[in-house]
C-alpha cells in the first residue's frame, strides 16, 4: 500500500490543524495506522495509533487530550484532528501501516512521505 499524508501547515499556538492519510494505492483497512513525528534534532516518535477496526486508538502523553484519530476504511482515510497546537508540536508528521498498533517504528512496513506541520506566533 501506498500511503499520503496531508493537512499540514502553519498555525498559530491554540489552533487546529487536520491531518489525513490516504491510500493511493492498495487499502488501508487492513492495516493499523500510526502518525509519527519528527522534530528538527528530536527522534521521531510515535504520536498516536489507530488498530484496523478503529476500536482502539492509542495517543502519546504529550498529546493525549488534544489529538484525536478517526479512520473511514469505506473512503480509505485515516485523519488525525489536533486541536489546542502547541510550538513544540512543530514537527514533519508521517502516516504509517503495520499489522498491528507497534510501538516501534521498525514494526510499520509502508510510510507516507510526511507533512510539515508548524505551530508559530
Known amino acids: 500500500v501506498q500511503l499520503q499524508a496531508s493537512g499540514g501547515g502553519w498555525v498559530q499556538p491554540g489552533g487546529s490543524l487536520r491531518l489525513s492519510c490516504a491510500a493511493s494505492?492498495?487499502?488501508?483497512?487492513?492495516?493499523?495506522i500510526a502518525w509519527f513525528r519528527q522534530a528538527p534534532g528530536k527522534e521521531r516518535e510515535r504520536v498516536s495509533c489507530?488498530?484496523?477496526?478503529?476500536?482502539?486508538?492509542y495517543y502519546a502523553d504529550s498529546v493525549k487530550g488534544r489529538f484525536t484519530a478517526s479512520r473511514d476504511n469505506a473512503e480509505n482515510t485515516v485523519d488525525l484532528q489536533m486541536n489546542s497546537l502547541k510550538p513544540e508540536d512543530t514537527a514533519i508528521y508521517y502516516c504509517?501501516?503495520?499489522?498491528?498498533?507497534?510501538?516501534?517504528?521498525?514494526?510499520?512496513?509502508?510510510w507516507g512521505q510526511g507533512t510539515l506541520v508548524t505551530v508559530s506566533s
Open positions: 489507530i488498530t484496523i477496526s478503529g476500536a482502539e486508538k
Open positions: 494505492s492498495g487499502t488501508l483497512d487492513h492495516y493499523a
Open positions: 504509517a501501516a503495520a499489522l498491528f498498533c507497534a510501538r516501534s517504528e521498525n514494526d510499520y512496513d509502508y
